[in-house]
T-cell receptor
Framework: NAGVTQTPKFRVLKTGQSMTLLCAQD?????MYWYRQDPGMGLRLIHY???????AKGEVPDGYNVSRLKKQNFLLGLESAAPSQTSVYFC??????????????FGDGTRLSIL | GNSVTQMEGPVTLSEEAFLTINCTYT??????LFWYVQYPGEGLQLLLK?????DKGSNKGFEATYRKETTSFHLEKGSVQVSDSAVYFC????????????FGDGTTLTVKP
């Protein structure tokens, strides 16, 4: 009953370092998403994927890259971390559904601090 | 474009009080509407949904009715508990939008004993 699993849960980086956040879902969902959540700003979509091998930019894509080589995994990369990327990152997935009626399923988040 | 406007918080209530969190939307199409809840240290989880006009979603004592004429989906609960303290997000989905959701900014609810 895992659902959406995010790795790691916490991380502290120095400015300029790189890292990859991993998201894995075991529900065979087509769509996957990466969001960041900052105080007073709700959820902002970074990148998303509509299927294996596809990715697309969301609202705030700059400074991030993503890959979806396998249907169940969606990776978020920071090539050169900046303090402005300090945030809580959430991955979500959803199945195909008629009329957009399917909800998104969220992981528990990765808390990332850039010093 | 699509947007969701939620009642600004934070909201503080006493236990057993009546709760309303307002949500209005604009959409280029016919969306499905959702309420998600986020407890401290966790991700968002679906609370309830409605997929067509006049549908009422309900769960754990919470209710919301899809009102197309007023483009609203207000969340209500008759008697809140301390355990309802969380952040509540209203959201809309359009099937034509690659499954992407539009979220409100969230409303923080604190229930005091």
């Amino acid at each position: 009953n895992a659902g959406v699993t995010q790795t790691p849960k916490f991380r502290v980086l120095k400015t300029g370092q790189s890292m990859t956040l991993l998201c894995a879902q075991d529900m065979n969902h087509e769509y996957m998403y990466w969001y960041r959540q900052d105080p007073g700003m709700g959820l902002r979509l970074i990148h998303y994927s509509v299927g294996e091998g596809t990715t697309a930019k969301g609202e705030v894509p700059d400074g991030y890259n993503v890959s979806r080589l396998k249907k169940q995994n969606f990776l978020l990369g920071l090539e050169s971390a900046a303090p402005s990327q300090t945030s809580v990152y959430f991955c979500a997935s959803s199945p195909l559904g008629r009329g957009g009626s399917q909800p998104q399923h969220f992981g528990d988040g990765t808390r990332l601090s850039i010093l | 474009g699509n947007s969701v406007t939620q009642m600004e918080g934070p909201v503080t209530l006493s236990e057993e009080a009546f709760l309303t969190i307002n949500c209005t939307y604009t959409a280029t199409g016919y969306p499905s509407l959702f309420w998600y809840v986020q407890y401290p240290g966790e991700g968002l989880q679906l609370l309830l949904k409605a997929t067509k006009a006049d549908d009422k979603g309900s769960n754990k004592g919470f209710e919301a009715t899809y009102r197309k004429e007023t483009t609203s989906f207000h969340l209500e609960k008759g008697s809140v508990q301390v355990s309802d303290s969380a952040v509540y997000f209203c959201a809309l989905h359009l099937n034509t939008n690659a499954g992407k959701s539009t979220f409100g900014d969230g409303t923080t609810l604190t229930v005091k004993p």
